[in-house]
């Protein structure tokens, strides 16, 4: 699970979101195209680097990376089980 820093509004360790985006089959390509689509603003580099582990996002970026993946879900017909950063208690 993703770790954040209530202070700054980052969030660090992307492994979670990695695992999701292996599930639907996705290439890290793909995923980057639909997060784009929805206004994401990470280069191809950065968003591979934070599933692999390395730097962090900010609230806004993590929550857009997750709405890519939650649509791919129900575009397969299925529902959105990510959570989004503000319901994680």
Do not use: C, K
Not at 17 to 45: F, K, M, N, P
């Amino acid at each position: 699970m993703s770790g954040g820093d209530g202070d700054t509004g980052t969030v660090h360790g992307g492994a979670g979101l990695d695992a999701v985006r292996r599930q639907l089959v996705l290439t890290r390509e793909e995923l980057w195209v639909s997060y784009i689509g929805l206004g994401g603003v990470l280069g191809i580099d950065a968003l591979s680097g934070y599933l692999s582990g390395v730097g962090e996002l900010s609230r806004l970026e993590y929550n857009t990376v997750v709405q890519a993946l939650n649509e791919q879900f129900l575009d397969a017909g299925g529902n959105h089980p990510v959570a989004y950063l503000d319901a994680i208690p």
